[in-house]
């Protein structure tokens, strides 16, 4: 009995001990556990991060591989531009087993220049023939590399292209944007991403590329590198002006002195002998003193030689003297573009009071031979003689935007309207203008339409091949002369080599370069100009709705004792009400006449056109005054100031 007792005892006191440890071996368990699963965990997070950054990392080099391929995929086009003759505009897109891609999978829809580019990026071919300019460098070649570095680094890789948007980001770039289906799983299968991936955007410069349209249109002769830099044609050099105001017309020529002859009868055999070609590229300079009497030889009428009807004259004349009865002027009946009172133009000092007001150069002169031209715009009261270039020496390296229709066509006749500059991509195509198709598509993506180039067509290269035909009126504007659009001659350039500088309306009025057909303008014709607004020509240019044209300033003081705070208050009101301001107005306060400092105004929280400034301390008996300054982006400045007047007089209701 006791034994059975014993043993029982013994069995509870076991149990006991059992359950005590019990918890004791589950949380050392656990304790073992936890940090095992914590290292798992952070093994994975590790492991999934490096796919992520290995993403990553594809697609940066995967858009420095499709900019290299777009690249030499417009080299390649513009060599069979070139090669073929023929434009790009109705090309479609040809996918083969050469492509590399599934084919009925592939979506692509555009015709022409894209189409072409995009094949050549996937395929390397044109026309479905390898481009020996595509091999090993096509999109797809690049990124299989991509699949083979992959499985080095544990990874299942799979890509797929889905489509391609390829357009003109702006004037100077070319975007890339495949669509693409990832599949990049870890071997350990930890890790897995699976996506349709379309923010990949490459943009390929065509700074330096050939530019289509010349090889096209010379029948390969002529080539043009494209450079993106400003056509600058200003030919503003001013030697001297009518002190009286008198000339009448415009032209440009080579000066030729009076005092380079002899005597009268001289001109008239130099008149009588120069090829006409010759003779009607010559300013007549009337240097001496001498009094033409009745412009004869002493046995013949010369006077022909000045109109502007006959079919030898000189381009014009230029009188370094005043008006008088016996001048050449009255006296040899001239109709060709005269000027008079000009002083000497053969020195480097003004010669006549009105020189300096009208901008004339200390340092410039005329000498013989020298391209000169007469600038008459009554209008704008410009009576002046300046010294041109010859049309050899204008510089035609540079490209620029095309923005014709958006600045300029405005202030030419309908007919003489032009649209803008074709784009690289409509270049390619063949177009002599900017598409709507190549437009729209950038418009919709980047919110811009200027994306068509210009520039001057060199018409002496051009006529150093006896193949080639070139017109000699045609405007000099590149897309243009190949349509032969009519130009007008400048005024301020003359025939190098015998071919004239022309200029159709708005790009005369672009390059600020008066022609026969218009003059560019000034502040004063009663015309708003393209380089004249409501800020420099008032009086020509209406003010924007957007323009404040009304401003109320009121001041009111709160005192404490003998010391005050001024408060301004201003309201600004355009034309169809109160307006807020894109910066805050200036307000400048003087005290006692002797210190001023500027504060900027603060807009009133819930107030349209109400803004507030509180200056001070300031005594009652200090005299004060205040003017606010409100300028709007395009705007005139407008003021408005308060009298001055001693603080303790001012409204104390603020």
């Known amino acids: 009995m006791n034994r059975i007792f014993r043993n029982r005892r013994g069995f509870l006191f076991s149990a006991a001990v059992l359950i005590l440890l019990l918890p004791l071996i589950i949380f050392t368990s656990l304790y073992k556990e936890i940090p095992g699963t914590e290292m ?50 109705d090309y479609r897109f040809n996918c083969t087993l050469n492509c590399g891609i599934n084919c009925s999978e592939f979506e692509y829809d555009m015709i022409g220049s894209t189409a072409a580019l995009t094949e050549l990026i996937i395929c390397g071919t044109l026309h479905g023939r390898n481009n020996s300019k595509m091999k090993n460098h096509t999109f797809p070649l690049w990124y299989r590399k991509i699949l083979n570095y992959s499985k080095r680094m544990n990874y299942q890789v799979d890509l797929e292209i889905l489509s391609m948007e390829l357009g003109q980001m702006d004037a100077w770039n070319i975007y890339t944007s495949p669509l693409i289906r990832w599949r990049v799983q870890d071997v350990n299968d930890m890790c897995f991403y699976e996506d349709v991936v379309d923010d990949i955007n490459v943009n390929t410069s065509i700074i330096g590329l050939q530019d289509p349209l010349y090889p096209l249109n010379t029948n390969m002769f002529v080539w043009k590198t494209i450079t993106n830099c400003s056509i600058n044609i200003s030919t503003e050099r001013i030697v001297g002006c009518s002190a009286s105001n008198m000339s009448n017309g415009s032209v440009s020529g080579l000066a030729l002195f009076y005092s380079n002859f002899t005597n009268k009868c001289d001109i008239k055999s130099h008149c009588e002998n120069t090829p006409p070609n010759i003779l009607e590229n010559q300013i007549f300079i009337d240097d001496s003193n001498a009094a033409f009497g ?69 340092g410039l002169n005329i000498s013989n031979d020298t391209c000169s031209y007469i600038e008459t715009d009554k209008a704008c009261n410009i009576h002046r003689v300046g010294l041109g270039l010859d049309s050899n020496q204008i510089k035609t390296d540079c490209y620029t935007v095309s923005d014709i229709n958006e600045s300029y066509n405005t202030y030419c006749s309908s007919g003489n309207q032009q649209l803008n500059g074709p784009s690289f991509l409509d270049r390619l195509d063949g177009r002599l203008y900017l598409s709507q198709k190549y437009m729209k598509q950038t418009r919709d993506k980047y919110n811009t339409s200027l994306i068509g180039i210009e520039t001057l067509v060199d018409v002496y290269n051009l ?72 800020v420099n020509c008032p009086s020509d240019c209406t003010a924007p709705p957007a323009c404040p044209s009304k401003i109320s300033l009121k001041d009111c003081k709160t005192c404490d004792g003998s010391n005050c705070n001024v408060t301004y208050n201003v309201t600004i009101q355009n034309s169809t009400g109160y307006m807020n301001l894109s910066n805050s107005p200036r307000i400048d306060v003087t005290n006692n006449s002797i210190e001023t400092n500027s504060y900027i105004m603060q807009q009133m929280i819930g107030q349209t056109g109400v803004y507030e400034y509180t200056v001070g301390v300031f005594n009652k008996s200090d005299d004060i005054n205040a003017t606010v300054y409100v300028q709007e982006l395009g705007c005139l400045i407008i003021t408005n100031s308060t009298r001055e007047d001693t603080v303790g007089s001012i409204d104390p209701d603020c």
């Open 40 to 89: 798992r965990d952070m093994a994975g997070r590790a492991r999934c991060d490096k796919v992520h950054y290995f993403i990553e990392d594809i697609k940066s080099d995967m858009g420095r591989a499709l900019e290299i391929s777009t690249r030499r995929a417009m080299i390649a086009s513009i060599e069979y531009v070139a090669e073929e003759g023929a434009g790009l505009g």
């Open 463 to 534: 006529l150093n091949y006896s193949s080639l035909w070139v017109n000699e009126t045609s405007t000099w504007i590149d897309y243009l002369f190949w349509q032969e659009i009519e130009g007008c001659k400048a005024t301020s350039v003359c025939e190098g080599d015998g071919y004239a500088f022309n200029l159709d309306c708005p790009h005369g009025l672009k390059y600020d370069v008066s022609t026969e057909c218009k003059q560019t303008g000034c502040c004063g014709d009663g015309s708003c100009d393209p380089r004249e607004d409501y």
């Open 294 to 362: 009745q412009c004869v030889c002493g046995f013949d009428d010369f006077s022909w030689c000045f109109n502007a009807s006959s079919s030898r004259h000189f381009a014009g004349v230029i009188k370094y003297d005043p008006d008088n009865p016996s001048s050449i002027i009255h006296k040899c009946n001239v109709t060709v573009p005269w000027i008079i009172d000009t002083g000497d133009l053969d020195d480097h000092i003004p010669d006549n009071p009105r020189d300096v007001s009208c901008g004339a150069d200390a």
